[in-house]
């Protein structure tokens, strides 16, 4: 069974750094492109980043460059994403996925707030 | 980055037929965009329904398609259940960043 488990969401204050985890496990993750979405309260979806397979291209959506890095241990089954000089308007549920197989996890909160 | 625009809202009788759209402010959308599309439902994770334009997932319902249509990306619904009562969102792959559509609310009634 594919599962996607994030980790490391939670209350930060603006400014602050947060680094999200996501394990994977069921497929050959170190085969795949695998992307973070985030989702603000009651907004829609936007995408965030994505690195391909061995990690050596990476995109980011404009908001995020500079501030955020995504990352992958192929050896561990695990993605990142590392989140600094974080901004209120970065407060969302952030998903990691594979989204053309269609492996989602069920999100990890992070609230920006002093 | 480019903005990719979605019917903010559209309502589908039962048993009937409806089409969402997916536009993109860099002109036409075409296979290279490899558009997918996305069901979430309130309080859960989204889930893919179409990627690729047209391509369907095991656990996507027959009753959904993908296409290309007047130059945008298009999910079409044929045979409304209320279980599709839901927001769809398409996403558009670029070279480099990829973009969501704002999302349709869809609404069957």
């Known amino acids: 069974e594919v599962q996607l488990v994030e980790s490391g969401g939670g209350l930060v204050q603006p400014g602050g750094s947060l680094r999200l985890s996501c394990a994977a496990s069921?497929?050959?993750?170190?085969?795949?492109?695998m992307t973070w979405v985030r989702q603000a309260p009651g907004k829609g979806l936007e995408w965030v980043a994505i690195?391909?397979?061995?990690?050596?291209?990476?995109y980011y959506v404009d908001s995020v460059k500079g501030r955020f890095t995504i990352s992958r241990d192929n050896a561990k089954n695990s993605l990142y994403l590392q989140m600094n000089s974080l901004r209120a308007e970065d407060t969302a549920v952030y998903y990691c996925a594979q989204v053309r197989s269609g492996y989602w996890g069920q999100g990890t909160l992070v609230t920006v707030s002093s | 980055q480019a903005v990719v625009t979605q019917e903010p809202s559209l309502t589908v009788s039962p048993g009937g037929t409806v089409t969402l759209t997916c536009g993109s402010s860099t002109g036409a959308v075409t296979s290279g965009h490899y558009p997918f599309w996305f069901q979430q439902k309130p309080g859960q994770a989204p889930r893919t329904l179409i990627y690729?334009?047209?391509n369907k997932h095991s656990w996507t319902p027959a009753r959904f398609s993908g296409s290309l249509l007047g130059g945008k990306a298009a999910l079409t619904l044929s045979g409304a259940q209320p279980e599709d009562e839901a927001e769809y969102y398409c996403l558009l792959a670029y070279s480099g960043p990829w973009v969501f559509g704002g999302g349709t609310k869809l609404t069957v009634l």
């Open positions: 690195i391909n397979p061995d990690g050596s291209e990476k």
């Open positions: 690729d334009t047209n």
């Open positions: 069921g497929f050959t993750f170190s085969s795949y492109w």
